[in-house]
């Protein structure tokens, strides 16, 4: 069953159970009354009274989804209520003039005008109004809240996905099965390195955002990989100060931005490549930049890779306009990333 009509059907119940309640409701009272209990009239009024609210919840929903009552950093909670007190208005006014016939028809030896329906119901139809409005922000949130968390779950695994890349493994092995029987031990730290990497890149899979502390340590067993595998060809220098450290970042947001530096500056290069990794407080932001000598992205065929696009797009989805990626090209490639400052 999809989700609309399991909320149809949820609706109908809530309201169904409402008539029955009410139903049961006024029975009790004629039986401590001592008065006879009419269930052939009592039962249909209540289920009419009720469902006949009922059918004004798509009505209700709109007005839900137009004018949620929340608190945002543009607007104020309050600030849809005279909204929604104009709605519950009109609510009751459409509602009493559809189920004054109805109930005269019901009823044909005590009919009632709808002055007399409107007075004799208004607050019970406001209720109604405010209470299906409040369950409607309860379901909202909820499918909300879930979504955000399926969101959070598919990047972290995008994430994986796209910054632990297939060729960098295979590269890493083939260092590795060339490094065994040329220099032992360096084959030894780099299958160390990369068992220490893959831990650490799954330590934390549900978590977005790390300090930038964690993210270094883990940039830095990624680094110690490529030193090892380039050798002297390859200088890598890191500067990043203190006060910044504790700054939350999207996690492995470095890797992928250097691995692409690393590619770029060394790619048919037979003298010394350089990357460099500064990261500083910027007014409200952190501001990230990995920049390599190479010989720029205008040489190459691909001006955006993967690890960039995916950058980009978690960046967005994160912070909004308040995140960004910014390539600049000559001289080498220099990539900023701006993140809201936060620890």
């Not at 390599?292 to 691909?302: C, I, K, Q, R, V």
Request: aromatic letters at 8%; proline letters at 6%; a positive charge.
């Amino acid at each position: 069953m999809s989700r609309t009509r399991r909320l149809w059907a949820f609706g109908a119940l809530i309201w169904v159970t409402l008539g029955l309640m009410s139903a049961a409701q006024n029975a009790t009272w004629r039986a401590l009354m001592g008065r006879p209990i009419p269930w052939g009239s009592i039962l249909p009024n209540a289920l009419g009274d009720w469902l006949t609210c009922g059918m004004f919840t798509p009505a209700f929903y709109w007005m839900v989804r137009r004018f949620p009552i929340r608190q945002t950093k543009t607007e104020r909670w309050w600030s849809s209520l005279p909204l929604h007190l104009g709605g519950s208005i009109v609510f009751v006014l459409l509602k009493v003039s559809i189920w004054t016939p109805l109930s005269n028809l019901l009823n044909p030896t005590g009919t009632r005008t709808f002055s007399q329906m409107l007075l004799g119901g208004f607050y019970a139809d406001m209720l109604a109004y405010w209470a299906a409005v409040g369950v409607i922000h309860a379901i909202e949130y909820y499918r909300e809240s879930r979504e955000r968390q399926l969101e959070a779950t598919r990047l972290a695994l995008d994430n994986l996905r796209a910054q632990l890349q297939p060729h960098f493994l295979f590269n890493t092995l083939q260092s590795i099965s060339t490094l065994i029987h040329r220099d032992p031990p360096a084959a030894d730290r780099m299958l160390t390195d990369l068992s220490e990497l893959l831990r650490l890149s799954l330590r934390n899979p549900g978590s977005q955002e790390v300090p930038l502390r964690e993210e270094l340590a883990f940039l830095e067993r990624y680094l110690q990989i490529m030193r090892v595998r380039f050798g002297d060809r390859l200088v890598i220098a890191v500067d990043v100060g203190p006060d910044v450290l504790d700054a939350l970042v999207p996690s492995l947001v470095l890797q992928p931005i250097v691995e692409n530096a690393i590619q770029h500056g060394m790619e048919d290069r037979p003298d010394v490549g350089h990357v460099n990794v500064r990261a500083a407080r910027e007014g409200k932001s952190l501001r990230i930049e990995v920049a390599d000598d190479g010989p720029g992205l205008s040489a190459t065929p691909a001006t955006d890779g993967i690890g960039l696009a995916n950058t980009r797009e978690r960046l967005l989805r994160l912070y909004g306009a308040a995140g960004g990626v910014d390539v600049r090209d000559g001289g080498g490639c220099t990539v900023i990333l701006t993140i809201p400052l936060r620890s």
